[in-house]
Every structure is written in structure tokens, then in C-alpha cells.
């Protein structure tokens, strides 16, 4: 896997994630939605932490900097 994220993507994602989680511990979002967006968040972090995400690659799109050689 190549790394297709960037910094910045990965903290929006970060920062997602954290607010579903918060809303859904609160008791803000509950039942059928509140379960999907906590898989939603998890997904985000994972995603996150390996800097990758399988949807860019269908998509074509990569957001982290050019590698230098």
C-alpha cells in the first residue's frame, strides 16, 4: 500500500472523528445512526493512521506532497 493522505487530510479526519465519537457518548446521536457514524469514525482513524485510504485509489486522487527522489 502506498501512502495517498496528507497531513492535513489526516487531521480533518482525526478531528471527525473525535466530534462523532463525542456526539454519540453524549447521547446526541443515538440508535441506527449513532452505530454507523461510530464505524464511520473508526474507519476515519484507522484510515488515518496508515495513511491510506482505498477510496482515493479508486477515485485516482492522492493528497500527500510529491515523494522527492
Given at each position: 500500500?502506498?501512502?495517498?493522505?496528507?497531513?492535513?487530510?489526516?487531521?480533518?479526519?482525526?478531528?471527525?472523528?473525535?466530534i462523532i465519537t463525542?456526539?454519540?457518548?453524549?447521547?446526541?446521536?443515538?440508535?441506527?445512526?449513532?452505530?454507523?457514524?461510530l464505524i464511520v469514525a473508526g474507519v476515519f482513524i484507522v484510515t488515518s493512521l496508515v495513511n491510506f485510504c482505498p477510496l482515493y485509489?479508486?477515485?485516482?486522487?492522492k493528497t500527500c506532497p510529491a515523494e522527492k527522489r
Open positions: 500500500m502506498k501512502k495517498n493522505m496528507g497531513n492535513t487530510d489526516k487531521i480533518i479526519r482525526f478531528v471527525l472523528a473525535a463525542v456526539l454519540y457518548f453524549t447521547g446526541t446521536v443515538t440508535g441506527t445512526l449513532g452505530i454507523v457514524l485509489t479508486l477515485f485516482g486522487l
